[in-house]
């Protein structure tokens, strides 16, 4: 009997992914171990994470995505009534509004955003397949756009291009067209100077420092300075493992998450950071492939997005660290410690994993 169940529960599991994201997950933890300083009671923590990721991900891996497609609408209207209580009654740390404090313990909502906003497009559009009209995209925008709204308002600005890339890409897929694609780029662009002049000014000031970092080399400009110094310090073979100065002198700054691709640079070079690159690929290569072979829209539209998503964390986080993009705070995908992105993560590839497993049963169904 348990035999029975064992074997249904595992059959679901994609183990391509899966290996994949456990050589990652192996990984991660050796860099953890060096970017905290040899500090064990981190790489504990971490593996805790690790635990209830990988039990996240197998349980939505074993969960059909009718179920998931189910709970779209309560779990995005769920996620929204969160996000108005933090604008209203929310924690207030460092200038952002960003946390709900319910007693025993604190949740920050922009997080469920990341997954909830592309499952309710998935499910919308999945409804209005038949009939898709502009007014369908103009909805869809709006479903996309509250949140957005909302969580940047917090202030949290990375988490907001994160829940606004997820959604967009939903809409993408499900075939908006590339003049209006076209139209709004244009119209981003002459309206940057009226959405400069609503950056806070910390926001404006990491622009600025993008474009040149030596103007406040020891504020604002420190951890883009000291990142690229340890990616090019580690050279084509790197330092090796524990032996980067500039992560063990304590130079680069959150080196356990946001920057800890600094750390893995230096101490693996440019062939590490390659093979890095290669597991990072695979993961986005398969999801495609599942994506592609989803036999309706939801799944094909949801399996699209975390595929996409995934490919923005880790372009948006190593564009972060070398100096091409701003500093907004994304966590490497798999690598940086944090158990709320890890969990995100699991759930994510779970789903993944469900609608390739699935397939059969969603077509006949």
Same mark, same amino acid.
């Given at each position: 009997?348990?035999?029975?169940?064992?074997?249904?529960?595992?059959?679901?599991?994609?183990?391509?992914?899966?290996?994949?994201?456990?050589?990652?997950?192996?990984?991660?933890?050796?860099?953890?171990?060096?970017?905290?300083?040899?500090?064990?009671?981190?790489?504990?923590?971490?593996?805790?994470?690790?635990?209830?990721?990988?039990?996240?991900?197998?349980?939505?891996?074993?969960?059909?995505?009718?179920?998931?497609?189910?709970?779209?609408?309560?779990?995005?209207?769920?996620?929204?009534?969160?996000?108005?209580?933090?604008?209203?009654?929310?924690?207030?740390?460092?200038?952002? !509004?960003?946390?709900?404090?319910?007693?025993?313990?604190?949740?920050?909502?922009?997080?469920?955003?990341?997954?909830?906003?592309?499952?309710?497009?998935?499910?919308?559009?999945?409804? !209005?397949?038949?009939?898709?009209?502009?007014?369908?995209?103009?909805?869809?925008?709006?479903?996309?756009?509250?949140?957005?709204?909302?969580?940047?308002?917090?202030?949290?600005?990375?988490?907001?291009?994160?829940?606004?890339?997820?959604?967009?890409?939903?809409?993408?897929?499900?075939?908006?067209?590339?003049?209006?694609?076209?139209?709004?780029?244009?119209?981003?662009?002459?309206?940057?100077?009226?959405?400069?002049?609503?950056?806070?000014?910390?926001?404006?000031? !990491?622009?600025?420092?993008?474009?040149?970092?030596?103007?406040?080399?020891?504020?604002?400009?420190?951890?883009?300075?000291?990142?690229?110094?340890?990616?090019?310090?580690?050279?084509?073979?790197?330092?090796?493992?524990?032996?980067?100065?500039?992560?063990?002198?304590?130079?680069?700054?959150?080196?356990?998450?946001?920057?800890?691709?600094?750390?893995?640079?230096?101490?693996?070079?440019?062939?590490?950071?390659?093979?890095?690159?290669?597991?990072?690929?695979?993961?986005?290569?398969?999801?495609?492939?599942?994506?592609?072979?989803?036999?309706?829209?939801?799944? !094909?539209?949801?399996?699209?997005?975390?595929?996409?998503?995934?490919?923005?964390?880790?372009?948006?986080?190593?564009?972060?660290?070398?100096?091409?993009?701003?500093?907004?705070?994304?966590?490497?995908?798999?690598?940086?410690?944090?158990?709320?992105?890890?969990?995100?993560?699991?759930?994510?590839?779970?789903?993944?994993?469900?609608?390739?497993?699935?397939?059969?049963?969603?077509?006949?169904?």
């Amino acid at each position: 009997m348990i035999k029975k169940w064992f074997t249904q529960f595992i059959r679901h599991i994609d183990s391509v992914l899966l290996a994949t994201v456990l050589m990652i997950l192996v990984v991660a933890l050796m860099t953890l171990y060096s970017a905290s300083g040899q500090s064990m009671a981190k790489v504990n923590g971490q593996l805790m994470n690790i635990m209830v990721m990988v039990g996240v991900m197998l349980l939505a891996a074993n969960t059909q995505p009718q179920h998931i497609e189910r709970i779209a609408l309560p779990a995005y209207l769920f996620g929204l009534l969160l996000l108005v209580a933090v604008a209203l009654i929310g924690d207030v740390s460092h200038g952002a !509004r960003r946390w709900l404090n319910l007693g025993v313990t604190k949740i920050q909502p922009s997080e469920l955003m990341k997954l909830a906003v592309p499952i309710m497009l998935s499910w919308y559009f999945s409804k !209005r397949e038949a009939q898709l009209s502009s007014k369908d995209y103009a909805i869809a925008g709006l479903i996309l756009l509250a949140p957005v709204l909302l969580i940047a308002k917090q202030p949290d600005l990375g988490t907001a291009t994160l829940v606004f890339a997820s959604g967009f890409y939903v809409i993408f897929l499900a075939g908006l067209s590339w003049k209006f694609i076209f139209g709004s780029a244009v119209a981003f662009g002459a309206a940057l100077p009226v959405l400069w002049s609503m950056l806070h000014d910390y926001q404006r000031r !990491r622009v600025e420092i993008l474009i040149d970092p030596s103007q406040d080399p020891l504020g604002a400009g420190y951890h883009i300075i000291q990142a690229t110094i340890a990616i090019g310090s580690g050279g084509t073979t790197g330092k090796g493992w524990l032996n980067g100065t500039q992560s063990q002198l304590d130079f680069v700054p959150e080196r356990t998450t946001d920057f800890i691709f600094a750390v893995f640079a230096e101490e693996f070079g440019l062939v590490g950071c390659c093979l890095l690159l290669v597991l990072f690929t695979i993961i986005i290569g398969r999801a495609f492939m599942i994506a592609s072979q989803a036999k309706n829209v939801f799944s !094909r539209l949801l399996a699209g997005s975390i595929a996409a998503t995934f490919f923005t964390y880790c372009f948006v986080n190593m564009g972060m660290v070398s100096g091409i993009l701003p500093v907004v705070g994304i966590p490497l995908p798999l690598v940086s410690y944090g158990g709320t992105s890890l969990l995100t993560l699991g759930l994510s590839l779970g789903l993944l994993m469900s609608v390739h497993s699935h397939k059969r049963l969603v077509a006949t169904d």
